[in-house]
């Protein structure tokens, strides 16, 4: 058996924020953050959600569309780099919120490129005759864990919270046709966030570490814009070529990355034509594992794809971790 996208779901918390409304805590101007990042408006969770709630909403319409129940769910692949505790994971959460009970839910840590990675792990699990109905989920609630003052003007405007969910099925006729992963250890610390930490014995943190705002992200964008321009386009020529796929067939290129306008630059590298691109921080900021599954439902939405179309999606991020998957929906 392969696997098939049955359904798909997404969820942006109804507050949105403005760069005008972030600008004074940064000590900046609505303007300055907007032309910095390219982001105009982000969504916030409230006070005491966390991704797996964004996810329930999410999971609900995914599966509406797929026309199944909770209970058709055997396994939950739960992607996010902002759990909503330490532990347990997320996937438990969302598990407990949909009612789906005692079946397998896990978590991955991909950071950017975290769907793809839950999404290859549930398309082996389909392959493999251990499930036969997977939820695919990718939320996150950056701004908790988000600095809010001047020394942040460079990092929080770029993140927003949200979630997105994939209902895969399986289908004698495959949906998703390839996917390819990558990882590069090297220069780690352009993207971190390096506390609390378990190697920091007895306590995880010290105060010096917490005045320093060490639990906070460290982002650097400019180091990463180079790479991101570079993998974006390998990583879709490798994921096409192994699906047997053209760019010319496909109906829809996902890029995935925090900068927008980078990710719209990397795809005119490999080719695209900006009518069909779809650069997921764009409209309410970067969402990490959350951005792909958002983009993919909101298309579908808006009847900019349609059932039977191809969509390959890209993303790199944190890790630095990227990949790539092409879908046919």
């Not at 924020?17 to 910095?36: C, F, K, N, R």
């Not at 990718?138 to 908790?144: D, L």
């Not at 309410?284 to 579908?300: F, K």
């Amino acid at each position: 058996m392969r696997s098939t996208i049955l359904g798909c779901g997404s969820y942006l918390p109804p507050r949105a924020v403005t760069s005008d409304e972030l600008a004074g805590a940064l000590a900046t101007t609505g303007p300055q953050l907007t032309e910095s990042t390219g982001v105009s408006t982000r969504r916030e969770a409230e006070d005491g959600e966390g991704p797996s709630q964004l996810a329930s909403r999410a999971a609900q319409q995914a599966l509406a569309a797929a026309g199944l129940g909770p209970e058709a769910v055997d396994l939950i692949v739960f992607a996010t780099m902002t759990p909503d505790i330490v532990f347990p994971g997320p996937g438990c959460f969302l598990q407990d919120q949909l009612g789906c009970r005692t079946v397998g839910a896990m978590d991955v840590r991909g950071q950017c490129a975290g769907f793809l990675v839950a999404l290859a792990t549930a398309d082996r699990f389909i392959r493999a005759g251990k499930a036969e109905c997977v939820l695919v989920a990718g939320a996150e609630v950056h701004s908790a864990a988000l600095e809010y003052s001047p020394r942040a003007v460079a990092v929080t405007p770029y993140f927003g919270d949200g979630a997105g969910v994939v209902v895969l099925g399986a289908s004698p006729e495959p949906g998703v046709l390839a996917t390819v992963l990558h990882a590069d250890p090297d220069g780690l610390e352009r993207f971190w966030c390096e506390f609390p930490a378990s190697r920091h014995l007895p306590s995880r943190m010290d105060i010096e570490a917490f005045r320093a705002g060490r639990h906070f992200y460290q982002l650097d964008a400019e180091r990463m814009h180079p790479q991101a321009e570079r993998v974006l386009p390998e990583v879709i020529g490798e994921a096409l070529e192994r699906a047997g796929v053209t760019r010319e067939e496909v109906a829809l290129f996902v890029l995935h990355y925090l900068d927008h306008r980078v990710a719209r630059r990397a795809g005119r590298a490999a080719g695209i034509p900006d009518d069909r691109i779809v650069a997921t921080a764009e409209a309410a900021g970067h969402m990490a594992a959350a951005g792909v599954p958002i983009a993919l439902a909101d298309a579908l939405a808006a009847g900019r794809v349609r059932r039977g179309d191809v969509v390959c999606a890209a993303a790199f991020g944190g890790g630095m971790a990227w990949g790539a998957a092409v879908l046919r929906l």
